[in-house]
Structure formats: C-alpha cells, structure tokens
C-alpha cells in the first residue's frame, strides 16, 4: 500500500463514484449486522418467559383485622392488602387533589378502590423512589405523618390511600389489577 | 515495519527470543531504565499500591468463584461455607472483601495527590480521564461484588441502586426491569451480577494497561508540578522507584493485614449476614463505606431524578477538572490561595458527607448533607476556574534539581 497516495478514489468533479456507494452500503450493512447480534444478546436479559408468566394470587380477607394489613407476595413484588378504619376512609376521601404531590390518575380515594369496598387497599408494597418497602402496613409499624405508610430508606410518606404526601418518592403507590371474587376473596393479577 | 527486533542482551537465548518478541526489552525501557522525576514524596507510591491491589483482587476472587454458587437459594449458603469449610476460605474472603475496602482507600489517595499536585493538567488530561473510567468500572464492579453474599444488605442495596435507574423518563421502569431480567431483583439479577463481576475487573485491567499507556507518554508529574528539563532531574525507575515502591507495598500489606486479621468485619455491615429477604426491607439500608459520600449527594435532593443527576454528576465533573482549573501552575505547593481549598476544605465535605451518608436523612444530616454536595460542587464548578484567575502563584524553581542540590539559588530566586 505503499503508493496508495497515487490513487485516485474521486474524480476531480466530486461526483459520485461507485466506490462512495461501496463504502455507504459496507457502513450501513455493518451497522445493521452488528445491531443484528447486538440485540439477542441485550434482549436475553430482559425478562424470561416463565417470570413473565403471571400466575394469579388469591387471597382470603377474612383473617385481615381492621385496621391491620398482610404482605404477600405477586410477580416477585411485595403487595400490601389493608383494612383501612372508618376514620382512615374519611380522610383519604377528604384530601383534596390539590394538597397531592402527584395528582395523577388514580389519585381520587374512590379510584383507588373497587365501588362497595372501599375499607379494602391493595397497594404494590413498593417505594416509588428506590424500590424499599414502606412500613406501616402492619398496626404498630411507624406510619409518617399522613397515617399511611413510611418509608425507611429515604423518609418518604404515603396517605391512607398510598398516595405521596412527602418526598423524595415522585409517584404515589402502584395499584395492582385485581378483583372481587366475593365479599372475603380477591384475586390479583 | 517488519523485521527482528536488535536486542542487545548478551545471553545468545535470551537475545534470540529477544529478537523475535521484545517484551523483555519493553519491560526494561518501560520499568528498568524509564527516567523519573527524582523528587517523588511517598504520595506518589499508591498507583504501584492500586496495581498490586487489582492483582489481589482478582486472584483472591478467581479462587474464590471455585466454590461460590451464584444460585439465588444456595448463594447466602455457599458464602458460609466458603467460611467454615474451605480450606483458608475465610482467608480469601476476608482477603476479597477488604481488599475492595484497601482498593478504594489506596486510589482515593491516587486522585488526591493527582487533584493536590495537579497532574489531570496538560499534557495529561487524558491520563486523568483514564483514570476516572477506572474509578467508575471500580464502582460497578464493588456494586456488583456486594451484592454477591445475597445478604439483606446485598439485596436491598441492590434493590435500590438499580432502582436510580427507573428516574430515567420514559424508559426508566423498563431499562430497571431490563436489568434486574424480572419485576423485582431475584435469581436473573444475582446470575448476571456474577458474571458480570467477574468479568468487569479484566476490562478494569485494559483500562489500567492504557492509563499506564498514557503516564508512560507523558511521563510522571512531580510534586513541585514542573516538567522534567533534562536527565539531572531523573533517575531510572529500577532500582530506585522499584525500591521505593517496596517500602509503601510493605506498609499497605501491614494495614491490610491487620483489617484481615484483626477487625475484619469492622467494615461491613452486620445485615449482611441476614439472608436476603424480599418481604422486609432493613430499617437503614447503608452502602459500603467507599459509596456513602455519593449516597448523602442522593439524598441531599428531594427530587428523585434531580438527586440521581447530582449524583451521577458528581462523578462526571471530574472528567471536566483538566479544563475547570484555569491555573497554569500545577502544584498546590505554589498555589496559596487554593491550597487550603484542596488540602483542607475538600476532604473536610467528602468526610462530612461520608458521615452524612451512613446516617438516616432526617433533623441535622439533611442540612449537612446540603451544605456537603453544596460545597463539592462549588470546588469544582466555581472556585477551581475563578481561583485560576484572580491567584497569584508563589515563583516556581527553575528546574527540579536547582531547589534540591542548590537551595540558594531558589532563595535568590524569590527574594529578588
């Protein structure tokens, strides 16, 4: 390649030769090959299909205290399940959209339950911040100042309805879709 | 060009091998006869520590993937018996585990030095910048080490420092799922930690080939900060520098040894030996000692994507220092206005935030925290290129051998 500088690859009139059309095609095959096995490898990391595959949970009330929450587990997620009071219902349904942080659907107390049980709350028992588990769903567990849920990481605070009323977490608590199957047994996912 | 290379060893096989693949030769250009600046203080001992570091590191680890099982149910299990039934296991571990502390202690006193005498500057930006790539591949693989054990903290903390990853907008909830291959950290994330643990610190070894690259162009700084001006301001590396090595490797190996053997959990955290659990989240989850600063940056911001920009930017302000500093003087030994800044001031917020860090952020630790990251970034973003301007550096010897073999010439130097 010593005299490679003799070569001429444009003709002095700079058009388009067929070399310039070799070079973009190599360029443009190349990239898309590379992407091509770039992207089995990057997909294989997301998740496999027997993760994907949501088994349902059912879950019996009955054994849930007023006032007191169980945790169980869906989708390798936390999930609180909680018997508000009277007077937590009250307050959930009197904040107004205003005083939220995030206002975002559903952020009304009624959209947060199903219609006829509203004294039931199920919540992703995950902290929209970094991923901890809030405490309070258990009766005794410290509750922040808005009587729902704290957070122990990074002092978050969510409200009777799992919404945030305290930074740093952006978004309120994620509701799970589920359903009644009667009055004592919901079934999630 | 092709041809044999002209060794000059008198030794006909050593010289005919020579020949053919001169690496004996490029070591003794490289480490033998590399001319040096002569005025080396013992700060300049800790990029040889951090090499002797990474081997530690990744011998102890290799023997110690013998007889880990990255399998979520027998992770916790398999590290016990590495302790209790492995011969020397508790050795390796202890050995690993520390050695990340040692790792980190040994290259924050690197960049010190490098920050204090100002070697990030030209000609060695890229040097610098090196560097800092080591700093960021160490960081993810200790992350990924820790998680390792699948303890309580193991999990959580990971829990939490994949989840910065979802205040990216839009994409950030998948890019967390991408990551953990589930809806929660589980058996994917500890599987992929692994390998990937394994594999980061050979990437760590290329980059440290290339900043060895780099300082071998440039050549050293040297804590007066002026450049060599002639073979009277060298000695070759071997023995002098080699010998000088010895003495910091001996005292690193002494501290070493007396975390390994004496307090070697003193580091840690005691959740850790807690088996992971995904119901109950511990009521402080505190990263490893070497993270706690950047953690307090984090928490310091009450908004979350504004604390991971801060956080991940108090990192990525590094690789801009070699153009913040205005200053044409290197060494903060000329430097008396930012002298104090760099010697006192700076280390006094990382302290301050490391103890912040370890702390839950409520009552005081917020507004230190605040006043912490506040300061970090105003060293970095304001003083270092205002101080540049408006500073008027003491004068600079004329070259490194006139203040050591003629003191009096510096004097009339600077009296004149």
């Known amino acids: 390649m010593a005299d490679s500088s003799t070569y001429i690859d444009h003709p002095s009139g700079g058009d388009v030769t067929k070399r310039d059309f070799l070079t973009l095609v190599a360029g443009a095959g190349g990239a898309i090959l590379v992407g091509a096995i770039a992207w089995p490898l990057i997909d294989s990391m997301n998740p496999a299909a027997d993760t994907l595959a949501v088994s349902a949970v059912e879950v019996d009330l009955k054994p849930v205290a007023l006032g007191s929450g169980i945790t169980l587990l869906w989708r390798g997620q936390p999930v609180f399940v909680r018997h508000r009071t009277t007077a937590e219902i009250t307050e959930a349904v009197n904040t107004p959209l205003s005083a939220l942080i995030d206002p975002s659907a559903p952020a009304t107390d009624g959209d947060r339950v199903k219609a006829g049980h509203d004294q039931w709350l199920v919540l992703i028992a995950v902290c929209t911040h970094l991923g901890c588990i809030p405490l309070g769903n258990k009766a005794g567990e410290k509750r922040g100042d808005w009587g729902g849920y704290y957070c122990p990481c990074h002092g978050s605070q969510y409200d009777t309805s799992g919404r945030v009323r305290h930074g740093p977490a952006p978004a309120n608590l994620v509701i799970p879709p589920y359903a009644f199957e009667n009055d004592t047994k919901i079934k999630i996912g | ?416």
């Open chain 2, 1 to 416: 060009m092709t041809g044999l290379y002209k060794s000059t060893y008198k030794n006909p096989l050593i010289n005919w091998f020579d020949s053919r693949l001169p690496i004996l030769s490029m070591m003794d250009k490289e480490y033998g006869s590399f001319p040096t600046p002569k005025n080396f203080n013992y700060f300049w001992n800790f990029g040889a520590l951090a090499t002797v570091n990474l081997a530690i590191m990744i011998i102890t680890g290799v023997f110690l993937a013998m007889n880990y099982d990255p399998n979520a149910d027998n992770a916790f299990a398999s590290v016990q018996h590495i302790m209790r039934d492995v011969n020397y296991g508790w050795l390796l571990r202890y050995a690993h585990s520390n050695g990340a502390s040692m790792f980190f202690i040994v290259v924050y006193i690197h960049m010190f030095r490098g920050l204090y005498y100002g070697s990030y500057k030209a000609p060695r930006e890229l040097l610098w910048q090196l560097g800092v790539v080591i700093l960021l591949l160490m960081m993810a693989t200790a992350f990924m080490g820790y998680v390792l054990p699948w303890g309580q903290m193991s999990f959580w903390g990971a829990k939490v420092i994949t989840n910065l990853f979802s205040a990216i907008p839009i994409v950030g909830n998948a890019v967390v799922t991408w990551l953990w291959g589930g809806f929660s950290v589980g058996a994917p994330t500890l599987n992929r930690f692994f390998s990937l643990h394994h594999l980061l610190p050979f990437v760590l070894t290329g980059v440290v080939f290339l900043h060895i690259v780099a300082l071998h162009i440039t050549g050293s700084n040297n804590p007066l900060g002026i450049e060599v001006k002639g073979p009277a301001d060298t000695l070759p590396f071997h023995p002098y520098y080699t010998s000088k090595d010895s003495v910091g490797i001996c005292v690193y190996l002494i501290v070493f040894a007396i975390l390994v053997f004496f307090a070697p959990n003193s580091l840690g955290h005691a959740d850790n030996y807690i088996p992971a659990n995904p119901l109950s989240t511990p009521a402080d989850i505190v990263p490893e000692w070497y993270f706690l600063p950047f953690y307090a940056i984090l928490r310091s911001v009450p908004n979350k994507l504004l604390g991971v920009i801060m956080m991940f930017g108090s990192i990525a302000v590094l690789f801009a220092i070699p153009w913040l500093d205005t200053s044409k003087v290197r060494s903060a030994r000329f430097r008396p206005l930012y002298r104090p800044f760099v010697a006192l001031a700076l280390p006094a917020s990382l302290f301050l935030l490391g103890d912040v860090g370890a702390h839950s952020p409520s009552g005081i630790w917020i507004p230190l925290g605040r006043i912490g990251t506040a300061y970090y970034f105003f060293h970095f973003l304001v003083l270092m290129p205002f101080l540049g301007w408006i500073e008027k550096p003491l004068p600079l010897p004329e070259s490194i051998s006139s203040p050591v073999i003629k003191p009096s010439a510096v004097y009339q130097a600077e009296t004149v």
